[in-house]
Each structure stands twice: as C-alpha cells, then as structure tokens.
C-alpha cells in the first residue's frame, strides 16, 4: 500500500517552459513533505520542503504547492533547464518524533534543448 | 565536508555469502536512515537510528539482515546469507533534523548472483 503515489513515471518538456512534477498522498498524518532530485549513480539531493501549515514555498526557479484538501501536491520548475533532467522524489513524513521519510517511486523528468 | 560516505560503491556476492555495507555519516548528524532502492518497491527505509540508538526497524525485511551503529561516525548493514532477491541499491541518508531533510550517500550497487 503506497502512501506517497507519483503517478507520472515520466515527463518530457521543452527547455525554458514549464515542467510540472505531481504527487498524492494517502496518509493524514503526514505534516512535512520534500523534493528530491537524483541522477544516475547518485543519491538522492534534496530540493526543497513545505511544511503542512503552508500551502507554497518558492526557491528560486523550483516551487512546492500543497493542497492539503486533496492530498495532493506539486512542483512546477519555471524555467526548465537540461541540467533539470533527473528523477524526482517525493517525500513525507509524520509529525511528533517520527523522523522517517516515506517517498513515492519518482518520475523521470526530460528536459530537451 | 564530505558528505555521507558509503563502501563499497559496488558489490558482487555469491547466495549465501555474508555482505556488509559501511557508511559514514556527515559529522553532527544525529539521525542515520538505511534506504534500499529496487524498481518494483522504490526506495523503502529499513531501519534507522538516532544517537546511535535504532528506532524503527520495522522495515527489516529479515532476520538475515541487521544493522549496527557502534558510534556517531560509523554504522553497518549486514545480509547474512544473501540471496539474489536482495540485489538492490542501498543507500544511507543522515540528518540533524528533519527540516533539513536527508544527505545520501552516493549508494551501495549490490548483486547477489
């Protein structure tokens, strides 16, 4: 049972337009959520966060969207760069002490030149 | 400062054979997190610990494996015996906090033949 669903394995985009990344959770307790980007024989990096009591956080180029409502969030990249294509991740975790992340299986951005 | 640091980056292993995965977390990080990467589940926490203490392990797949945190700057994973389902990425993450979010290390490639 996925509690963190990326549903898109993979995402092709346009240098300089929009890439829009999506992820839907299942578990209510979750109260902090996070991007991770990887590339190939790397761990993942960490990208950005938003916390529950937010509904977006902006880093530059990169911006998380919560809608909490709908279990769902995002991350729109504006504007996409090659250097961009990686697997994204993300992640959430529950509040109190429970420090354990659970991710979703990533999607494979593209971005063409 | 080196970041999360994992030996071996590749292991090839006979079923059967006993395989140990090193890692060194980033200095004053208190959390250590176990992660196996594999296509059909993604990534999956095993175990993890905090001041050298495990916390959750529920994520052990089995008795055959274990994990040990003898001090703040050194943990392992041990398969004992491996079995070719085991093959996977593994990865060790360390955190001060979970707002930071996660440092990987760059992974473990095992292969159990």
């Known amino acids: 049972d996925q509690q963190v669903k990326q549903n898109s394995p993979s995402l092709s985009v346009q240098e300089g337009r929009i890439s829009i990344l999506n992820c839907d959770y299942t578990?209510?307790?979750?109260?902090?959520f996070l991007w991770y980007k990887k590339y190939p024989a790397e761990g993942p990096t960490f990208l950005i966060s938003?916390?529950?009591?937010?509904d977006k956080n902006e880093d530059g180029r990169f911006t998380v969207f919560l809608n909490k409502s709908a279990k769902h969030l995002s991350l729109h990249i504006v504007p996409s760069q090659p250097g961009d294509s990686a697997v994204y991740f993300c992640a959430a975790t529950e509040g109190g002490s429970n420090y354990k992340l659970t991710f979703g299986k990533g999607t494979l951005l593209t971005v063409n030149p | 400062d080196a970041g999360v640091i994992q030996s071996p980056r590749h292991e090839v292993t006979e079923m059967g054979q006993e395989v140990t995965l090193r890692c060194k977390p980033i200095s004053g990080h208190d959390y250590l997190f176990w992660y196996r990467q594999t296509m059909m589940r993604g990534l999956e926490l095993l175990i993890y610990f905090n001041n050298n203490v495990p916390i959750d392990d529920s994520g052990m797949p089995e008795d055959r494996f274990s994990a040990k945190m003898p001090n703040a700057s050194f943990s392992t994973l041990k398969i004992q015996p491996s079995e070719p389902r085991d093959s996977a990425v593994y990865f060790c993450?360390?955190?001060?906090?979970?707002?930071?979010?996660?440092?990987f290390g760059s992974g473990t490639r095992l292969t159990v033949v």
């Open positions: 993450a360390s955190s001060p906090d979970r707002s930071y979010g996660y440092t």
């Open positions: 938003i916390s529950s009591i937010k």
């Open positions: 578990n209510s307790m979750f109260d902090y």
